[in-house]
């Protein structure tokens, strides 16, 4: 089967080795174009490194990409983490059409951000799709799913290095599999169930201190590590990578008012909000690395009383 690989960064590069690997016949690699001063894709240095054909179309709705792609008379087009948009009758060009990675269990939170979201939103369990893509987003008919618990404390790189890039690489195997042998199904995505979400970005990180406990601490490791949960301390912007709930077990154990600086000790410092405190563990001030809670605490000297925003 002649196989074209489709994608970006390091869970492109990885498909891409797999396929190799295996011995699969991939004959071209399609990858997101540099920006200026950008340094090469990883996907794309390692299929030059193969000796392969890279090609790095800016758009898909040009004639000369899709003749070329044509020209390639491709069986299948695996598609490892693809942001440009991909018109559906380009995707139909390969005999068997194309299949995609996403890292959610469609129809639920389609869009950019699938991973940050079910952790932010305090779901238990997430997963991947293989599916067959169309116009729409995150929308084509599922060709196989793959589950995944969610911990109390997973975050965002756990989730998703620990489990979902290594499970999606096996899971695009199996999917290849299947085609190859005439047996991938369709199945239609239930649209009463379907939610999307926009990217996860700094403006949807910010710390209300005067939420819950757990949708704080939600909020951090959901974040965790891009695009980072922040506060504001002595009006600079502090970014909050990992913590601790702390739940209250009656009003008076707070110990404080919501966002203010309850106890700072070698280690952290905690902050209370509306049903207990978090305890913070580790932060990163602005031009500065992450370093332990505590260890900020003396350097800023921060003190129990401080008022976070």
Request: aromatic share 8%; with cysteine; proline share 8%.
């Amino acid at each position: 089967m002649r196989i074209v690989v489709h994608g970006q960064q390091a869970f492109g590069k990885a498909v891409l080795e797999a396929l190799l690997k295996r011995g699969e016949q991939v004959i071209a690699v399609y990858a997101a174009p540099e920006k200026p001063g950008q340094r090469p894709d990883p996907l794309k240095e390692a299929a030059v490194a193969a000796g392969l054909l890279v090609n790095q179309p800016a758009s898909y709705r040009k004639p000369e990409v899709w003749e070329a792609f044509k020209a390639l008379k491709p069986d299948l087009q695996v598609m490892a983490y693809v942001t440009l948009f991909v018109p559906e009758d380009f995707l139909n060009i390969p005999t068997h059409g194309s299949i995609q990675y996403h890292p959610s269990l469609l129809p639920k939170f389609r869009g950019p951000s699938s991973i940050n979201w079910p952790i932010i939103k305090g779901e238990r369990e997430t997963g991947l799709s293989i599916f067959w893509p169309d116009n729409g987003l995150d929308t084509g008919d599922i060709l196989l799913q793959k589950t995944t618990p969610i911990g109390p404390d997973d975050s965002l790189g756990s989730v998703y290095f620990e489990r979902l890039f290594p499970m999606g690489v096996a899971a695009m195997l199996e999917a290849i599999d299947l085609v190859k042998a005439g047996k991938a199904p369709r199945y239609k995505q239930d649209e009463s169930k379907a939610s999307y979400e926009g990217w996860c970005t700094a403006e949807n990180a910010g710390i209300d201190w005067g939420k819950p406990v757990q949708q704080i601490h939600d909020l951090i490791r959901g974040c965790n590590p891009a695009p980072g949960a922040w506060t504001l301390i002595n009006g600079k912007r502090v970014q909050v990578f990992e913590s601790k709930p702390l739940p209250a077990r009656a009003p008076g154990g707070i110990g404080g008012k919501m966002g203010e600086v309850v106890a700072v000790d070698g280690e952290s410092f905690s902050v209370a909000c509306a049903d207990g405190r978090i305890k913070v563990l580790r932060v990163r001030a602005p031009d500065a690395n992450k370093i332990s809670a505590g260890e900020y605490a003396a350097n800023a000297r921060l003190l129990v009383g401080t008022r976070l925003v």
